[in-house]
């Protein structure tokens, strides 16, 4: 498309190495930060207007803001435990250009005054991680990383700590939990990890892709940067788009491309003699969205208006010869298994779920079943310690809502096929 | 109805109720460490991680990984070896691998295949790929097959990490080469590794 930034010349041979990086201009940005007062970084990322990508879309330069100043323990974390299904822009930016990631968090630790960072990799990523170490044992050689960079006042310490599989350790505080050595449950907030993080200090936490534009914000200029996108959206995005389209992978977008353009133009649309029956904007916990919101522009806002959430930036697309059941259904147990328990309505709501949805695949509720499930659906949002719950809550509400029809219909036709006899029809013949 | 429902010990629909702590034990205690054994390579790898870190203790996730490489699971060896490195009892450590799906609370085979069976796999076949797996590796011992929630890797659906090799997209009859190749010792699929594959936007629109 048009502005690529991210994912400009990903696939030159060599990139993830320091020396291809460097002669493309790499580390540019990072010489110039250091010339800067930490002040005016926080500022240059203000004026960018960078929202944060990795699902909340929280402005970057205000969360650094919230920083206590001056020299104390406070740390950086990189989330890179992209585990939201449907999303894998992270994994192809890591593995291809590892520098631009490192160059990133060495720029926010300055702006923050930052001396500890890790990037916390999803256990699954083993590849992707074997790469950042390379690439991170390269900048240390290389005083790119550790005492006085490059000579200036500036000192990091850099750590690639791998997971082991949890979906919950996405969530910033379970994360930062696993990454303290412990179960990855998630914290009460407030306090904030800007106030209170890990080990108990400061802690500024960012997503991947967020980290990787901050170099091009140094190289542009804030308030260049943010003519790229539309006002409140600003910059690129890279998209994952997955599911029924013929051409899946990740498409750098400029922020308010249309969702048309994205899945048709760039990933192909669904197969050959299918059409789009429903597709999530901002990965598998965002409300779903049906053929009619297909115009809609791709930008933090414009999701929101519509009822959903950019999240992500994972699209999944879904046509229409997948029954929406089997979609809510695959949805729910994965909520399932990944909720950690600690709350009530996530751990009771999740599990109720996934059998009302068996019991609607085998035929055996009635319509008003639906409604108890969007009922529960209700109860979960917003009462828990995380949004693990609402997750499941919110695309399972819309699901219903949008869907109801067909859902009533499998309802019908499962029991007709079984020949079950539920309760009320129970109750209405021995009534008679 | 009720006689669908799944039933263990008891009549009780939770399993392992009766099989009660012993109450008259008292809990272990962080391993002697001039009692425990624990192998060079495995104490040097843990104490180097925990120097990288302000309290050691965040060093127990790549420790018990690096247990369950010598071990081949998270064994009651394998924690109590951890578990004398780090100072910690092994029952903390057991309450965190339990937590985390790629540490083995129970003995499996040494080749781990993992197939993403979530949404964006399962829109394109995933369902009957695991079920490929599953008939191809019957009940061998060598082999860990699991089901697995998304791999980040939507791209290459419907795929694999097989012993950490991302592979994709798979065919079911690609379940027995891949199984074939592991067994050799041989690099699994290597033209479909997604560590080789191009940025989307340089492929054909198929």
């Not at chain 1, 828990?384 to 719950?389: A, E, N």
């Not at chain 2, 295949?113 to 009957?128: P, Q």
Request: proline share 6%.
């Amino acid at each position: 498309m048009s502005v690529q930034i991210l994912l400009d010349r990903i696939d030159e041979p060599g990139l993830n190495t320091l020396a291809v990086y460097e002669r493309r201009g790499g580390y540019q940005a990072l010489r110039k930060a250091l010339t800067m007062e930490p002040g005016a970084l926080v500022d240059e990322l203000l004026a960018s207007g960078l929202r944060g990508r990795g699902g909340a879309g929280f402005s970057m330069g205000k969360k650094a803001s919230f920083l206590p100043k001056g020299s104390m323990e406070k740390y950086l974390v990189c989330n890179a435990d992209e585990s939201e299904p449907g999303t894998f822009k992270d994994r192809e930016l890591m593995q291809k250009n590892p520098h631009l990631l490192i160059e990133g968090i060495v720029i926010a630790t300055r702006a923050a005054e930052i001396a500890r960072a890790f990037i916390y990799v999803r256990g699954e990523y083993a590849e992707q991680a074997t790469i950042l170490e390379a690439a991170v044992a390269e900048a240390y050689a290389a005083g790119l990383l550790g005492e006085r960079i490059l000579g200036s006042e500036h000192t990091l310490a850099l750590v690639v700590h791998r997971g082991a599989g949890a979906y919950i350790c996405g969530e910033e505080t379970g994360l930062l939990d696993s990454l303290e050595g412990k179960r990855g449950n998630p914290r009460l907030k407030p306090p904030f990890p800007a106030i209170q993080g890990l080990y108990d200090g400061p802690t500024l936490i960012n997503n991947v892709e967020t980290l990787m534009n901050v170099p091009h914000i140094l190289r542009l200029g804030g308030a260049e940067y943010a003519k790229i996108g539309t006002e409140t959206s600003t910059g690129t995005k890279v998209v994952s788009v997955s599911g029924n389209v013929r051409r899946p992978g990740n498409y750098e977008i400029e922020l308010g491309t249309p969702s048309r353009t994205i899945i048709f133009d760039l990933a192909g649309g669904p197969p050959e003699g299918r059409a789009v029956k429903a597709w999530f904007p901002g990965g598998s916990s965002s409300p779903i969205l049906t053929a009619e919101d297909l115009d809609l522009p791709y930008d933090f806002d414009a999701c929101a208006k519509a009822g959903s959430m950019l999240g992500s930036g994972a699209i999944i697309v879904v046509d229409d010869s997948i029954p929406i059941l089997s979609v809510a259904l695959k949805l729910a147990k994965f909520y399932k298994h990944e909720s950690c328990g600690k709350c009530t309505p996530c751990r009771e709501g999740t599990n109720w779920t996934v059998k009302m949805l068996e019991r609607v695949e085998s035929g055996e509720a009635t319509s008003a079943d639906l409604d108890t499930m969007a009922s529960v659906q209700e109860r979960i949002i917003g009462n828990c310690l995380c949004v693990l719950g609402d997750a499941m809550a919110m695309p399972i509400g819309s699901m219903i809502a949008k869907f109801r029809d067909e859902l009533e219909a499998h309802i019908e036709a499962a029991r007709a096929r079984s020949g079950l006899v539920v309760l009320p029809q129970t109750a209405i013949a021995e009534a008679s | 109805m009720s006689a669908d429902v799944k039933r263990f010990a008891g009549g009780s629909r939770v399993p392992g109720w009766d099989t009660a702590a012993d109450l008259e034990r008292d809990p272990a205690v962080v391993p002697d460490p001039a009692t425990t054994a624990v192998p060079d390579e495995l104490r040097s790898e843990i104490e180097a991680r925990m120097a990288l870190y302000p309290d050691t203790r965040s060093a127990a996730l790549p420790a018990l990984a690096a247990a369950q490489r010598l071990h081949g699971w998270c064994s009651p060896e394998a924690i109590e070896q951890v578990a004398c490195v780090m100072r910690l009892t092994p029952g903390y450590l057991i309450s965190v691998a339990t937590f985390y799906d790629m540490l083995e609370t129970k003995p499996v085979g040494e080749h781990a295949i993992y197939v993403c069976t979530n949404i964006s796999c399962s829109l394109r076949g995933a369902d009957e790929l695991y079920a490929a797996f599953l008939a191809a590796a019957g009940d061998a011992q060598d082999l860990n097959v699991r089901h697995f929630e998304c791999l980040g890797a939507c791209d290459v659906a419907p795929m694999a990490s097989v012993n950490g090799v991302y592979v994709g997209p798979l065919e079911p009859s690609d379940a027995q080469t891949i199984i074939d190749q592991v067994r050799a010792g041989s690099p699994v699929l290597e033209h479909r590794q997604l560590i080789r594959r191009p940025a989307a936007e340089t492929l054909p629109i198929t």
